[in-house]
């Protein structure tokens, strides 16, 4: 899929790009590897480890359509990862979140359809799906925009599409890291002691190196529009604690702004539109595109079936749950 191809990343030196940089790398041959951000320290980081002939960097913002519109020349596939992320922050500045993630999704679809770019896939999140903080407001919005992008392409021959998962462990900004300094810090304490929202909070778990792969995968599979969310699993933020360290204790501070005690991917509301295949579920857009695509059947012609009309994908009610064992072997290399 990416043999020969010149691939552009937006927010490409996060922990996505650089796992998407390193498998392109090692399993496929593009023509060229573009990293497009806005920090010059981290573009200089990542070239010091990634620096094969095919790689570009160019420093940008989303929020600058010129600049994307240069930077898209002759790309053949757009993988959007630039977004605010941090819900309290976000709380706290909600246009910076709204010109990053609504304004700035809307500026790398025009440059695509300028562009001619064939593949533009969208990241988005378990937060866009009945979005109660403005970090997923932003996120939803910024899906419909890439979902209905398919509209307003004319006769170019462009697909856009939206890739939604969970928690990423071990990405700058996760619960491991952040409690592993925290174990780090109490390493001469008898007690240890981690911060809790609720003990009985649960949240989606994906690795970095799945949700990259699923990312390529969805590029053969897609047929634009269509949110593809993969089948994974569910932790209690308790097990994933006691994973780290079995011996610390817990106390209970709340939920902070905008946070969720359960994550929903694929809401009751959407259960309608959505389909299961055998390792991921797609959720149709809400809007019918003149081509008239049938999207219980993807572009490698695998057919998925209807959910039930009361269907919800909830990290608390999966059938899909990890145990501490998985849960070690997950966070045994952060």
Same mark, same amino acid.
């Given at each position: 899929?990416?043999?020969g191809?010149?691939?552009?990343i937006t927010?490409?030196?996060g922990?996505?790009?650089?796992?998407?940089v390193e498998?392109?790398l090692r399993?496929?041959k593009p023509?060229r590897?573009?990293i497009?951000?806005r920090?010059?320290?981290k573009?200089?980081?990542?070239?010091?480890?990634?620096?094969?002939k095919?790689m570009?960097?160019?420093?940008g913002?989303v929020?600058?359509?010129k600049?994307?519109k240069?930077?898209m020349n002759?790309?053949?596939?757009?993988?959007?990862?630039?977004?605010?992320k941090h819900?309290?922050?976000a709380?706290?500045?909600?246009m910076?979140c709204?010109?990053?993630n609504?304004?700035g999704?809307?500026? &790398? +679809?025009?440059?695509?359809i300028?562009?001619?770019?064939?593949? #533009?896939i969208?990241?988005s999140? %378990?937060?866009a799906? !009945?979005?109660i903080?403005?970090?997923?407001a932003t996120?939803?919005a910024s899906?419909k925009?890439?979902?209905?992008?398919?509209?307003?392409?004319g006769?170019?021959d462009?697909?856009f599409s939206?890739?939604r998962?969970?928690?990423?462990?071990?990405s700058?900004?996760?619960v491991v890291?952040f409690?592993?300094?925290l174990l780090?810090?109490?390493k001469?304490?008898?007690?240890?002691t981690?911060p809790?929202t609720?003990?009985d909070m649960?949240r989606f778990?994906?690795?970095?190196d799945?949700?990259v792969?699923?990312v390529?995968?969805c590029?053969?599979k897609?047929?634009?529009?269509?949110i593809?969310?993969?089948?994974?699993?569910?932790?209690k933020?308790?097990?994933?604690a006691?994973?780290?360290s079995?011996?610390?204790?817990?106390? &209970? +501070?709340?939920?902070?702004p905008g946070?969720k005690?359960?994550? #929903?991917m694929?809401?009751?509301? %959407?259960a309608?539109l !959505?389909?299961?295949?055998?390792s991921?579920?797609v959720?149709?857009?809400?809007?019918?595109?003149?081509s008239g695509?049938?999207f219980s059947?993807?572009?490698?012609?695998?057919?998925g079936?209807?959910?039930?009309?009361?269907?919800?994908?909830a990290s608390?009610t999966?059938?899909?749950?990890?145990?501490q064992?998985?849960?070690k072997?997950?966070?045994?290399d952060?």
């Amino acid at each position: 899929m990416l043999n020969g191809k010149s691939i552009l990343i937006t927010g490409g030196t996060g922990s996505f790009g650089k796992k998407f940089v390193e498998l392109a790398l090692r399993l496929y041959k593009p023509k060229r590897l573009v990293i497009y951000s806005r920090d010059e320290l981290k573009q200089y980081e990542m070239n010091q480890i990634y620096n094969d002939k095919c790689m570009r960097y160019f420093i940008g913002d989303v929020r600058d359509e010129k600049r994307l519109k240069d930077a898209m020349n002759g790309i053949d596939i757009c993988i959007h990862a630039a977004a605010l992320k941090h819900v309290p922050i976000a709380e706290y500045n909600p246009m910076e979140c709204i010109k990053t993630n609504i304004n700035g999704a809307s500026n &790398v +679809i025009d440059a695509c359809i300028y562009n001619n770019v064939s593949k #533009v896939i969208a990241l988005s999140t %378990d937060k866009a799906a !009945s979005p109660i903080n403005l970090y997923g407001a932003t996120k939803l919005a910024s899906d419909k925009l890439f979902t209905s992008a398919n509209n307003i392409k004319g006769s170019k021959d462009i697909k856009f599409s939206v890739v939604r998962y969970g928690n990423v462990i071990g990405s700058r900004g996760s619960v491991v890291p952040f409690f592993k300094r925290l174990l780090q810090s109490q390493k001469d304490s008898p007690i240890k002691t981690l911060p809790i929202t609720d003990l009985d909070m649960t949240r989606f778990f994906i690795s970095l190196d799945h949700g990259v792969k699923f990312v390529i995968e969805c590029l053969n599979k897609m047929q634009g529009g269509e949110i593809f969310i993969p089948k994974i699993p569910s932790m209690k933020i308790t097990d994933l604690a006691h994973a780290l360290s079995p011996e610390a204790t817990f106390e &209970v +501070i709340g939920k902070r702004p905008g946070e969720k005690l359960h994550e #929903v991917m694929i809401s009751t509301e %959407d259960a309608c539109l !959505s389909y299961e295949f055998d390792s991921f579920y797609v959720i149709a857009p809400s809007i019918s595109f003149q081509s008239g695509i049938d999207f219980s059947t993807n572009a490698l012609k695998e057919k998925g079936k209807k959910v039930a009309p009361n269907f919800t994908y909830a990290s608390n009610t999966n059938t899909n749950w990890l145990t501490q064992a998985q849960i070690k072997d997950l966070i045994k290399d952060i």
